[in-house]
């Protein structure tokens, strides 16, 4: 597998990033994939997310989720959320839903790269082996991003490029045999 694809931007403090739902390396519980996988109890759920230890000067937050090791040469965002207030540091379980329900008010979903505003689960393709799914939260020292509410997750990621403060990254893998 390849290296952590966030090494390559610049450096940031690094804070922390916990979950009831995903662990640090190992594989994603069946309700964090996609319908589309095959995979039994799929579900489309975000997982339940709590960061701390946020820089000073942080405004707001904001949420990735992207699989680097899709087959289409630039990976797979599953889920881009911005303008997380600064106060808020735990997602539930299912945030991420088509209405938003567990985000908090102001919040926006930006499109995956399904071009659907909410959490897309993990779906490699059969055989394909093992993939990477980085959930990573973004501290930023601005109150909101200004991307258009349509803007692509990698527009979004060098948006944020100049505003990042710090760097909270959580890496689970999946699989579909």
């Known amino acids: 597998m390849h290296n952590n694809p966030f090494a390559k931007l610049p450096e940031v403090e690094v804070f922390q990033v916990t979950s009831n739902d995903i662990t640090e390396g190992l594989p994603l519980p069946p309700q964090q994939y996609s319908g589309m996988s095959g995979v039994e109890s799929a579900q489309d759920l975000s997982p339940h997310l709590k960061w701390s230890g946020a820089p000073e000067g942080t405004k707001s937050f ?46 926006l979903q930006l499109p995956n790269d399904l071009r659907l505003k909410q959490f897309i689960g993990a779906a490699p393709p059969a055989g394909h082996g093992p993939h990477r799914y980085y959930f990573v939260i973004h501290a930023l020292d601005v109150e909101q991003i200004s991307v258009d509410p349509n803007a692509t997750p990698a527009l979004l990621g060098f948006t944020m490029l100049s505003h990042t403060l710090g760097r909270a990254v959580l890496m689970a893998t999946g699989e579909t045999k």
């Open 62 to 107: 904001a949420i990735t989720a992207y699989d680097p090791d899709a087959p289409t040469g630039s990976g797979l965002w599953h889920w881009a959320v911005i303008n997380i207030p600064a106060s808020v540091t735990e997602l539930p379980t299912g945030a991420g839903d088509e209405q938003g329900s567990g985000l908090p008010q102001g919040t």
